[in-house]
């Protein structure tokens, strides 16, 4: 968990925290990996061992077949205990770390095994997913698996505690937040500012305070906007006008940060097109400049 930058009241905390399963693109807008539902896991996980059992099936009728000639007891329960291994712990294993987390259930109900941070698993998770399971799934028919899911926040079963991994939804359509609008009183001093690189914590802590600015009391929007001010300044020169507000300032800065950026990419994508010889892409017209306000500073910026 990543929190403020500098002291505040407890309304300011809201606007500085970060979860584990939280991806911050660099405009500080926090990704949240949607956790995949009960209905949905329960779908899945029978999808899945109904693939079990084929091959749990495959592999005794294998490994038997193979024992035949040998006409051992032993060999025989070598077999029985290589095809249970095969069925339980080395199929789901090989499909989750070939596949980056998608069995044959989660591939038909659109699901994915992520790590904790949001990263694809590797042999390590699988493995212990694979083992957990056998205990959680197969030995106890099931039943530790559904309250874990059904009590987790993230529908974890243990498995996933013991792993560091969740099951999130793929077929989700990402819906990010408008870009924050240039302040036009600001738009010249913002064009000819030094800006650093904000912090992630703080980057985040300001474009949340920006999306809900308007629904703050004026006496908290400015509390809050002085206290995430004072975090920005240090990456800031020279210094705003005095008189700006600091929901103002804190859009203007947001703003100009994207303007730089989406330049830069152009620069970039150009160059990359003429070392490759590549017809250049049409290059959309510059957004006409926002008309003056007719009042200096009326209310947050939107």
């Known amino acids: 968990m990543i929190g403020p930058t500098s002291a505040g009241d407890g309304r300011r905390d ?8 939280d991806l911050v693109t660099g405009e500080g807008v926090a990704l949240d990996l949607p956790a995949a539902s009960v ?4 779908a899945s996980g029978l999808i899945d061992i109904a693939a079990t059992a084929l091959v749990l099936l495959a592999a005794f009728i294998l490994f038997n077949v193979a024992a035949i000639p040998g006409d051992d007891d032993a060999l025989f329960g070598a077999a029985q205990v290589l095809a249970l291994l095969v069925g339980f712990i080395a199929y789901p294993t090989a499909v989750e770390t070939l596949t ?3 069995s044959p259930g989660h591939l038909v109900t659109g699901l994915r095994t992520v790590r904790d941070d949001g990263g694809p698993i590797s042999f390590q998770h ?3 997913r694979s083992l957990i399971g ?9 039943v530790p698996a559904f309250f874990s899911v059904l009590l987790s926040s993230r529908g974890k079963r243990l498995g996933d505690y013991a792993a560091g991994t969740y099951v999130v939804r793929e077929r989700v359509r990402l819906q990010l937040p408008q870009p924050t609008p240039m302040p036009p009183q600001l738009a010249g001093w913002a064009q000819q500012a030094d800006l650093a690189a904000l912090p992630t914590g703080t980057a985040l802590a300001v474009r949340q305070y920006l999306n809900r600015a308007a ?16 975090d920005v300044l240090p990456h ?10 600091p929901a103002y300032v804190l ?15 152009e620069r970039d994508d150009a160059l990359r097109r003429r070392m490759l010889g590549a017809p250049a892409a049409p290059s959309a017209p510059p957004p006409p400049p926002p008309p003056p306000s007719a009042t200096p500073w009326a209310g947050p910026p939107r």
Do not use: K
């Open 251 to 265: 859009a203007a800065v947001v703003a100009e940060r994207r303007r730089r950026d989406l330049l830069r990419l």
């Open 236 to 245: 800031v020169a020279p210094a705003p006008p005095a008189d700006a507000p």
């Open 215 to 230: 629904a703050l009391d004026p006496a908290s929007r400015e509390q809050v906007g002085r206290a995430l001010l004072d």
């Open 39 to 42: 209905g949905l896991r329960m």
């Open 134 to 142: 056998f205990v959680e799934i197969w030995a106890t028919s099931g």
């Open 126 to 128: 699988a493995l212990v």
């Open 14 to 21: 809201d606007f500085a925290r970060v979860t584990a399963d």
């Open 100 to 102: 980056r987390g998608r």
